[in-house]
């Protein structure tokens, strides 16, 4: 017969497991689309995917550039970028909405998805940021600046965690996101 304790660790354990199994992903949190619409990082399951904090108006946007190159590349792989107009450092995403598609579209000729604004730190930080950096994250640590970079794998694992100033076509982001292409 088992003694209650052993009981008690088992039952503890089964628990622990149906949790993590449950516990949501970054894909599950909604989203809205620059458009308006409700969404989710989970229309991209089963893709890679950069998440990226951009501002029209910051020393490091020529870095749209290189993010629509990137996504250009890899996307018929199973690769996107999606980025995330965020107004938090220094007041480098002014502009609403239309503005920023008219910007991205004819500066930098963006055909990777745009998400509504968001805030990225602070009171209001929206879920997501709050998945990505929380404590119980696997890079915890507020963002720094605009142009903060996610990868995440298909299955909504975060893989890699690239600063503000490491740009999307440096080799350790290409090497991350082939790596990840790769893997099934």
């Known amino acids: 017969m088992k003694s209650l304790a052993t009981l008690s660790l088992g039952l503890a354990a089964a628990a622990m497991t149906a949790l993590a199994a449950s516990a949501p992903t970054v894909q599950s949190i909604p989203l809205k689309d ?18 990226v904090n951009v501002a029209s108006k910051c020393g490091l946007t020529p ?19 999606v980025g995330f107009p965020c107004n938090d450092f220094g007041s480098q995403e002014p502009g609403t909405a239309d ?12 055909t990777f998805p745009l998400m509504e604004k968001l805030h990225v730190k602070g009171a209001e930080q929206h879920p997501l940021y709050t998945a990505l950096t929380g404590p119980g994250s696997a890079f915890p640590g507020d963002i720094e600046w605009n142009f903060g970079k996610f990868l995440v794998g298909r299955d909504g694992t975060v893989l890699k965690r690239f600063k503000p100033q490491t740009k999307p076509d440096a080799p350790e982001v290409v090497e991350a996101i082939e790596a990840a292409l790769k893997a099934k």
Not at 63 to 81: I, N, P
């Open 99 to 110: 503005e920023i598609k008219t910007f991205c579209s004819t500066k930098y000729n963006v």
């Open 63 to 81: 870095q749209y550039d290189a993010l629509e190159a990137v996504h250009t590349k890899y996307s018929a792989k199973g690769f996107t970028v």
């Open 34 to 51: 620059i458009d308006g619409k409700s969404t989710s990082l989970k229309a991209y399951k089963g893709k890679v995917v950069l998440v």
